[in-house]
């Protein structure tokens, strides 16, 4: 465990924790994420990435609930308009996992992240997500102006040399 983002990520509980840039959550894998070889199914990387991602507009103090019970003057919610996701390594069945998630873009309707799924610093999974806002007419919906400083993009941090 020695390094310092997973033991983070851990000390953060169960809807991880904000972050310089974004959002971290940690989540192991269990057998139910699996194939029969032991390995993530790939599906499943889907579903780690959408926790990372649920969390992050959690803590950021956009609930679920409150998108459907038309506090913003209508009900709205999340679709998935596009995702583009690069498998580098697998993860195993026990494996503790690092999900990171932050804004990349808000342009509109939409929001642009940039998520990674690592293990002991080991990047395993690298996605770009594109999300929209729709109001219950099905039609596109501007990100509402309040959630923008949680949600402005903020640079990484650079890398020591």
């Not at 020695?2 to 940690?26: K, N, P, Q, V, Y």
Request: aromatic share 8%.
């Amino acid at each position: 465990m020695g390094d310092h983002g997973e033991e983070s990520a851990l000390a953060a509980g169960l809807t991880g924790m904000l972050t310089e840039t974004g959002h971290r959550l940690a989540a192991r894998v269990y057998y139910a994420d699996t194939d029969f070889s032991g390995v993530v199914y790939h599906a499943r990387y889907l579903e780690f990435l959408e926790r990372g991602r649920s969390d992050y507009l959690r803590m950021a103090g956009v609930h679920h609930t409150e998108l459907l019970d038309g506090k913003h003057g209508e009900r709205i919610v999340w679709v998935l308009r596009r995702m583009e996701i690069d498998f580098v390594a697998p993860a195993r069945i026990d494996d503790i996992l690092t999900i990171d998630t932050r804004t990349e873009d808000i342009s509109g309707a939409r929001i642009f992240m940039a998520q990674t799924l690592s293990r002991g610093g080991e990047v395993l999974v690298k996605a770009r997500v594109e999300a929209a806002i729709v109001g219950e007419n099905g039609r596109p919906r501007r990100f509402p102006k309040e959630w923008l400083p949680a949600f402005m993009p903020k640079p990484e941090p650079r890398k020591a040399l």
